[in-house]
C-alpha cells in the first residue's frame, strides 16, 4: 500500500540517514519549521544548528522557515548576534570583556535587522548564506553558494554574492496566481491526489484543481 509520507518521521527515506525532515530535528525553540521541509547533508543532519550563527538568546529573533521547502548542505543563516556597530568611529565590541570597558554600550544598542523568513516550497542551494532580517518568499530558489543579503521575492531565482536575481520562474500573473492557491497550506490529501500537476509547469490545470 502507497502511504502519504509522516512529516513527524525524522528520517523519510528508509535506511538514509542524511536527509530528514527537518521539523523532528531542531531543538532550539526559536528555529520554526514547518510540515516536510527537508535538510539533507553529506556528513550529518545534526549539522543544521551548527550552521545557524550567532543565534545568542540575548537576540531574541528567529529562524522561521515555511513547509515543503528543499535546503542543500551547507547552507547557513547568520542570525543578529554577530552584528557590530557600524556608525561608530569603532566597531569593536569594547563592552563584552566587561571590567573597566563594561559601559561602553551604555545607552547604545548593536543592529538588529529582525527575524530570518522563508517562505514555503523554498530551495536553498548548496552552501547558501542567507543574512539577518532577510525574508525570501514562496518558491523562491537561492542558488549555490549564494549570499543572500536583502529580501526575496515570490518565485524568483537568485544567485552571487551579493545574490541578485536571475529570472522569474513564472509570469507576474502566473505567480500571482500561486500565492493565492497557496497549495502548500492544502490538506496533504489533496497535494498527494495531485502531486503530478505539481510536477508539472501547468499553472492553469492547477488553478482549475485549486
Known amino acids: 500500500?502507497?502511504?502519504?509520507?509522516?512529516?513527524?518521521?525524522?528520517?523519510?527515506?528508509?535506511?538514509?540517514?542524511?536527509?530528514?525532515?527537518?521539523?523532528?530535528?531542531?531543538?532550539?525553540?526559536?528555529?520554526?519549521?514547518?510540515?516536510?521541509?527537508?535538510?539533507d547533508d553529506f556528513e550529518d543532519v545534526h549539522n543544521f544548528e551548527k550552521n545557524v550563527k550567532y543565534h545568542f538568546d540575548f537576540t531574541g529573533d528567529k529562524l522561521i522557515i515555511g513547509k515543503f521547502c528543499m535546503i542543500a548542505s551547507g547552507a547557513q543563516f547568520i542570525l543578529n548576534g554577530g552584528n557590530h556597530l557600524t556608525q561608530a568611529i569603532s566597531a569593536y565590541p569594547f563592552a563584552i570583556f566587561g571590567g573597566a570597558w563594561a559601559n561602553a554600550m551604555e545607552g547604545k544598542s548593536y543592529p538588529n535587522k529582525g527575524d530570518i523568513q522563508i517562505g514555503n516550497d523554498v530551495w536553498i542551494g548548496h552552501n547558501a548564506v542567507i543574512m539577518p532580517g532577510v525574508k525570501v518568499g514562496n518558491g523562491?530558489?537561492?542558488?549555490?553558494?549564494?549570499?543572500?543579503?536583502?529580501?526575496?521575492?515570490?518565485?524568483?531565482?537568485?544567485?552571487?554574492?551579493?545574490?541578485c536575481e536571475i529570472r522569474k520562474r513564472f509570469s507576474a500573473p502566473q505567480i500571482e496566481t500561486l500565492l493565492e492557491l497557496k497549495w502548500w497550506d492544502w490538506e496533504i490529501e489533496k497535494i498527494t491526489a495531485n502531486v503530478e500537476h505539481l510536477t508539472s509547469g501547468d499553472v492553469d490545470r492547477l488553478t482549475l484543481i485549486g
Open 140 to 163: 523562491a530558489i537561492i542558488g549555490s553558494y549564494a549570499v543572500v543579503t536583502k529580501d526575496v521575492e515570490p518565485y524568483t531565482i537568485v544567485g552571487g554574492n551579493p545574490a
Open 1 to 39: 500500500m502507497n502511504q502519504i509520507p509522516d512529516p513527524n518521521t525524522l528520517y523519510p527515506l528508509a535506511f538514509h540517514q542524511r536527509l530528514c525532515f527537518l521539523k523532528n530535528l531542531v531543538q532550539n525553540p526559536r528555529i520554526i519549521v514547518g510540515d516536510y521541509t527537508y535538510y
